[in-house]
């Protein structure tokens, strides 16, 4: 699966920060249960690869990504893991190599143009736009369209309810990921009914924005 196939199985992407690997599998059932089927999971905690591990194991119906990888060692180990493509901070060649490799799907963040014009020269055409907000927001989005019409944007970063619609309305926005379905504190307290509801709620409204 490239991609393209997987940012259209949801436009949405919560991005989750796991401390407890035992929040990890009803966290994703109840994500599913709220139509959602692609999560990312950061690797800022030590649960992370245990959690990542888990839901692939035991929520097969959802495509689980590995998020914030630095470097190549993190890159194997999660392409080990099974992940179903791998998302960086920012733009590495190297490690855009490294994935290809590994016939691993890689999503690196871009913020500017002149990341956007090496990713394209590699033959990257899906993209992350990180930090969104502080990036330029959709109006850069908006510009790099008729320059670099072949390029697709999953938009990160300070994204939520608020702005949800100004990202999701742009042709070259595939996605968007963030973590305002998944906050730590709904977590930890395992409101995991909190968190579908959130989930449809999110996907009802991005219905809405293509009525």
Excluded at 53 to 61: D, G, Q, R
Excluded at 102 to 109: E, G, I, Q, R, V
């Amino acid at each position: 699966m490239d991609m393209e196939e997987i940012l259209k199985q949801s436009r949405i992407i919560p991005v989750l920060t796991i401390d407890n690997v035992d929040y990890a599998v009803p966290l994703a059932k109840a994500l599913l249960a709220g139509g959602i089927s692609v999560v990312e999971v950061t690797l800022r905690t030590q649960a992370a690869y245990n959690a990542i591990k888990k839901i692939l194991k035991h929520v097969p119906e959802m495509l689980v990504a590995a998020t914030t990888v630095l470097d190549k060692e993190q890159l194997i180990d999660v392409a080990k893991l099974g992940v179903h493509y791998a998302s960086t901070p920012g733009f590495s060649s190297n490690l855009a190599k490294q994935s290809k490799q590994l016939n691993l799907p890689y999503l690196p963040s871009v913020s500017t143009v002149s990341e956007i014009m090496i990713a394209r020269s590699m033959e990257l055409s899906w993209l992350k736009f990180f930090p969104a907000e502080f990036s330029g927001g959709p109006n850069f989005l908006s510009q790099m369209a008729s320059i670099f019409p072949s390029i697709k944007f999953c938009a990160s970063g300070a994204i939520h309810y608020n702005n949800l619609s100004d990202y999701l309305s742009l042709n070259n926005v595939a996605a968007v990921a963030g973590t305002w379905i998944t906050e730590e504190d709904i977590i930890n307290q395992e409101n995991w009914g909190i968190i579908t509801e959130l989930a449809v709620q999110a996907k009802n409204y991005q219905k809405m924005i293509h009525l």
